[in-house]
Nanobody
Framework: VQLQAFGGGLVQAGGSLRLSCAAS????????MGWFRQAPGKEREFVAA????????KYADAVKGRFTISRDNAKNTVYLQMNSLKPEDTAVYYC????????????????WGQGTLVTVSS
């Protein structure tokens, strides 16, 4: 499975961005999908996850209520809508796929996207 993430950029605090991750080379609907992020000097951390059909979602406490993960299995794409962005959201965001219902830990990830940089200015 190949994952390509895009949609990052520079935004002011309080603004919004929508990340997309397109998958190819596999049966998309069989994978739990997720987003992780890595800020400079920090370890990669879990952001959000979504189950096979999109009915189940899970969020890190830091983004709960501000970010929304969704998926379109017909388009082999997973999204991350990010609202009310804060400077501490600045990071490289990676999409991830795993052959499990929900991927919430990096060690369970089977496939990583290349990352897209999100920069939130204060």
């Amino acid at each position: 499975v190949q994952l390509q993430a895009f949609g990052g950029g520079l935004v002011q605090a309080g603004g919004s961005l929508r990340l997309s991750c397109a998958a190819s080379g596999g049966t998309f609907s069989r994978y739990g999908m997720g987003w992780f992020r890595q800020a400079p000097g920090k370890e990669r951390e879990f952001v959000a996850a979504i189950g096979w059909s999109g009915g189940l979602t899970k969020y890190a406490d830091a983004v709960k209520g501000r970010f929304t993960i969704s998926r379109d299995n017909a388009k082999n794409t997973v999204y991350l809508q990010m609202n009310s962005l804060k400077p501490e959201d600045t990071a490289v965001y990676y999409c991830a796929a795993a052959d499990t219902a929900m991927v919430v830990t990096a060690t369970r990830v089977n496939y990583w996207g290349q990352g897209t940089l999100v920069t939130v200015s204060s």
